[in-house]
């Protein structure tokens, strides 16, 4: 029989169909894509020496006078950062204008490198970067949320090889956001306490479903993962807003961040994936409630007519199973 859980962070049902699970390394992608890539593709618009191919640059990360990562605005922006904020209500048909900011994150002047091959250090430029531009943009009046994420492969969403993410800055507190924050407040006033604190205390005593453990940071499937190998990275730190990791902190969350994406690189044959940095809404940046993290959503299996009637996923993946697999992923020196 299968069994259903729920998560308590999102309220989400899933169902965890142990009968048709399959063995970990089943999900294996079996393709090394960096292996082939070259350093560096003329017509690509962020290798090294291409920058001008980019929209505008608006922050660099450099170190011996070459970048090390480059922040541009997406040349297609889904928001733009010009006009104002402006909300139209008429009827139940309501709009705001599509002020905000779309950027491009890029990660690194290689052309051949993703997050699970770079270095620690790199990895730390990368998130250094997210901070600057997280404390940068929040501070604009018409921002109401800061989305950090990355796609990485076709199943996730992009056709760029190189590796980036992005930014999106939202006039709105979209939905996801909007409802996380709702169900948080509510566990706060009914407990005293944070809904993810909680959740996190709860998984480090179980200890199966931990990926990697450091002295910020947890790495860890949850109990009710949706889809196999998703994975959440927590700081033990209760935060509400990613801006305000430490300096200490992005040392420690470069190493889980880049350990936990080299396991699914090296166990599962560079699956695609997508992570975002869920933070609390700009205006709600201290609070007791909401406590920011990253989460990993691997692209191994598709949804189809019953996740969209329902909204409830089948996850063919035991978790406890996946994330002792993770445990046992040797990830070398690469
Ligand atoms: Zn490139
Ligand atoms: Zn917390």
């Known amino acids: 029989m299968t069994e259903l859980r729920q998560n308590a962070i999102t309220r989400e049902w899933v169902i965890i169909a142990s009968e048709r699970s399959r063995r970990p390394?089943?999900?294996?992608?079996?393709?090394v894509r960096s292996a082939t890539l070259p350093l560096y593709r003329a017509d690509c618009p962020f290798c090294?020496?291409?920058?001008?191919?980019?929209g505008e640059e608006v922050f660099r990360l450099c170190e011996d006078e070459k970048w090390r990562v480059r922040v541009a605005l997406n040349k297609y922006p889904a928001l733009s950062p010009e006009g104002d904020r402006i909300r139209t209500y008429h009827n139940l048909f309501r709009s705001v204008s599509g002020v905000g900011f779309h950027e491009v994150i890029?990660?690194?002047p290689r052309h051949d490198l993703t997050t699970a091959l770079m270095s620690f250090a790199d990895v730390a430029n990368i998130l250094r970067v997210y901070r600057q531009r997280y404390a940068t943009l929040r501070t604009d009046p018409r921002v109401a949320s800061i989305i950090i994420f990355k796609n990485h492969g076709a199943g996730a969403?992009?056709?760029?090889?190189?590796p980036h993410s992005q930014l999106a800055a939202t006039p709105i507190v979209p939905y996801e956001v909007r409802f996380r924050t709702q169900e948080a407040i509510r566990y706060f006033d009914d407990t005293g306490e944070c809904v993810f604190c909680r959740t996190l205390a709860d998984e480090l005593a179980v200890g199966d479903r931990i990926i990697f453990a450091s002295e910020h940071f947890v790495s860890f499937i949850p109990y009710a993962a949706l889809s196999p190998f998703h994975t959440w990275i927590f700081p033990r730190r209760h935060c509400s807003s990613f801006d305000n990791i430490t300096d200490e902190e992005i040392l420690d969350l470069a190493i889980v961040l880049k350990t936990t994406l080299a396991k699914l690189y090296h166990g599962l044959g560079d699956p695609d994936y997508n992570y975002v940095i869920r933070s609390s809404p700009t205006d709600e940046r201290r609070t007791d409630y909401f406590h920011w993290y990253l989460a990993i959503v691997p692209r191994l299996s598709l949804t189809a007519g019953f996740e969209l009637g329902s909204g409830m996923y089948i996850n063919t993946a035991l978790p406890e199973e996946s994330a002792a697999f993770l445990r046992s992923v040797e990830i070398g020196n690469g």
């Open 48 to 54: 090294f020496g291409n920058e001008h191919m980019t």
């Open 25 to 31: 390394d089943d999900f294996s992608q079996e393709k």
């Open 157 to 162: 969403g992009t056709s760029l090889e190189h």
């Open 106 to 108: 890029i990660e690194h």
